[in-house]
């Protein structure tokens, strides 16, 4: 059975949880929607996750990644590569995001990468916050929409 470890950190859109299974980052919430921590840990990759949080909210994007792992379905993981392409201070559409998978040969409805996207568990460095409707309206994020705010205005996208 693999080891759960969390720990968690200050950030200007409140506290963030980071969860690890001792090698990689496994999820990374807002305080909205994290899970209840259990052991934590000071672990290399907590310390290098701090230091992108560091960076990418002092409103810099970061030139490197800590390790991660999120779990997820074989189309789930396929989404989060394609937020993990959104450059900092775009943003994209969940259709422009189907049309990606269409055009690879997944099929893909809007609805189903809004699934996807809402399921990511590494939130902020798998952008889903990116991600808006096919209008430009802001539509929902797990950690709540003043936080989509916050990170989009961090990023220049947003007013």
Not at 61 to 86: K, N, S
Not at 101 to 114: D, E, W, Y
Request: net charge negative.
């Amino acid at each position: 059975m693999t080891s759960v470890f969390y720990k968690i950190v200050p950030s200007p859109a409140g506290p963030l949880t980071l969860v690890s299974d001792g090698e990689a980052l496994t999820g990374l919430w807002t305080e909205k929607n994290a899970p209840e921590p259990g052991e934590t840990a000071e672990l290399p990759v907590f310390e290098q996750t701090e230091r992108w949080l560091k960076e990418y909210f002092s409103g810099r994007e970061p030139d490197f990644t800590p390790p991660l792992r999120p779990a997820g379905t074989p189309f789930r993981l396929r989404v989060w590569e394609l937020l993990r392409e959104i450059p900092y201070g775009s943003l994209t559409t969940y259709g422009a995001i189907a049309e990606k998978l269409s055009a690879a040969g997944i099929k893909a409805s809007p609805r189903a990468v809004g699934g996807a996207v809402g399921a990511n568990p590494i939130s902020i460095i798998v952008p889903c916050h990116r991600v808006v409707g096919a209008d430009g309206s802001l539509t929902g994020y797990a950690g709540g929409l003043e936080t989509k705010k916050l990170l989009l205005r961090l990023e220049g996208s947003y007013e």
